[in-house]
């Protein structure tokens, strides 16, 4: 037997998708359990984890999960998070593209990177799927940095080719170049895997796009993430640079970029024959709530989406996102799936930010969750953080009481500890 260690607690479990099937039978806190660790990985959870000997850390009165996946950033726009007030298209070219022209310098790009890490490790984030910038050495920059984390990391070289400042366009060529070599360097190496990246239409010509579906085809195994109607104005746009298309949707279909282990991030203003093709296809969508109020995009039909069986995320989009914390963007998904006429329960808030981000980015065999054979990535949530949440908690009825406050309030000092493949990286705990 390898190193053995078992964490104390209340644990979450799944059982299964609680969009899909309701909470009740998907979804239970085992209170006043256990986790067993060994080697790396989960060993056992619940009554069979309280029976094994082994050395133990006592999280009584914490909430045990799987870490936090966060399935949409931007780590370069970390220096840039909350800027003020622009929609999209000016908050790229004021705020987002100068920053992005800084990520050639390879030094400034790992500073950056672990930085990000760091912050998002803090806010309880295990895993993410993240765009760099053109430059291949900003992804170098976040696979080297995620490796001496042992953090499974999803990233890819931004493509850009036109509307984007000079320094940041690269071309078909190079943009399928770039990308081939780094897909070969990184996909698959430890826990990093590689993402074949177009940011979004309007920024890649037909050639581009055509050029990434091509690569994409050579290496079907690789995921693809890129952007979809975010904004009213930027479809407007997309229409007007891609007149032959049926929709947004299509600009990326004929071109070879739709597909199974597609990653399409927002998704706010899908038309039927989109939401019906992502849905044959079995694409992941992903949702990021703290960005698309911040940035004024609008209201993503969460339960809509979830309840028609459309395979759903939950992001910060840093940095146009206002938060790196998972906590902030439960809140935020609540908050706006009721302006839209539905109350989250906390147990799909939870399942959105581990499992369902999990299987959009096609590693719930490996995480999101707290089942047996799974990598021991876990963040441990203290239930009464803060006064505010104390003084909540004191009076709740029942675990799903006492969880929520936390969900709608907590932030940074709710995470009591963090550990990444079996490993203590954050509380007091480590030691």
């Not at 000997?53 to 970390?78: K, M, N, R």
Request: hydrophobic residues 40%.
């Amino acid at each position: 037997m390898g190193t053995s260690h078992k964490l104390r607690g209340h644990v979450l479990v799944y059982s299964g998708n609680p969009f899909a099937t309701s909470w009740q039978e998907t979804v239970t806190i085992l209170e006043n359990s256990a986790v067993l660790i060994e080697d790396g990985r989960i060993a056992a959870v619940g009554d069979a984890a309280m029976a094994m000997e082994a050395p133990e850390t006592d999280y009584s009165g914490h909430l045990i999960c799987p870490g936090f996946v966060d399935a949409h950033v931007h780590y370069p726009q970390t220096a840039i998070i909350a800027s003020w007030g622009k929609r999209l298209i000016d908050w790229l070219n004021t705020y987002t593209f100068p920053e992005e022209m800084r990520f050639g310098d390879a030094d400034y790009a790992a500073c950056i990177a672990d930085r990000y890490l760091d912050l998002a490790l803090d806010h309880g984030t295990t895993s993410l799927a993240s765009y760099a910038t053109i430059h291949p050495e900003s992804v170098d920059a976040l696979f080297n940095a995620a490796a001496a984390r042992n953090m499974a990391v999803v990233a890819g070289k931004t493509c850009m080719d036109r509307n984007a400042p000079e320094g940041l366009r690269d071309s078909a060529q190079s943009a399928y170049d770039d990308s081939k070599a780094l897909l070969e360097r990184w996909d698959g190496q430890g826990r990093a895997r590689y993402a074949i990246t177009p940011r979004f239409s309007p920024t890649s010509s037909p050639e581009q796009l055509a050029a990434l579906g091509a690569l994409w085809g050579e290496y079907p195994q690789a995921l693809m993430q890129t952007h979809i109607s975010e904004q009213l104005d930027e479809i407007a746009w997309v229409r007007s640079l891609y007149p032959d298309a049926r929709d947004y949707l299509d600009t990326y279909e004929q071109h070879g970029l739709l597909g199974e282990r597609g990653i399409y991030g927002h998704a706010i203003h899908l038309e039927p024959r989109e939401i019906d093709r992502l849905a044959e296809v079995g694409a992941g969508l992903v949702h990021c709530p703290t960005s698309n109020t911040f940035i004024g995009s609008g209201l993503f039909d969460l339960m809509g989406l979830a309840q028609a069986g459309q395979h759903v995320g939950l992001a910060t989009d840093t940095g146009g996102g206002s938060s790196f914390s998972m906590l902030r963007t439960m809140a935020a998904a609540y908050e706006v799936a009721q302006l839209r006429g539905t109350a989250l329960h906390p147990s799909q808030m939870l399942w959105l930010a581990t499992a369902g981000s999990a299987q959009v980015l096609h590693r719930a065999d490996e995480l999101g969750s707290l089942a047996t054979g799974l990598a021991a990535d876990i963040t441990v949530l203290d239930l009464a953080s803060t006064p505010a949440i104390a003084q909540r908690v004191a009076g709740a009825k029942d675990m799903w009481d006492t969880v929520f406050p936390t969900l709608m309030m907590g932030d940074d000092r709710a995470i009591a500890a963090v550990w990444v493949g079996g490993t203590c990286q954050r509380g007091a705990s480590c030691g």
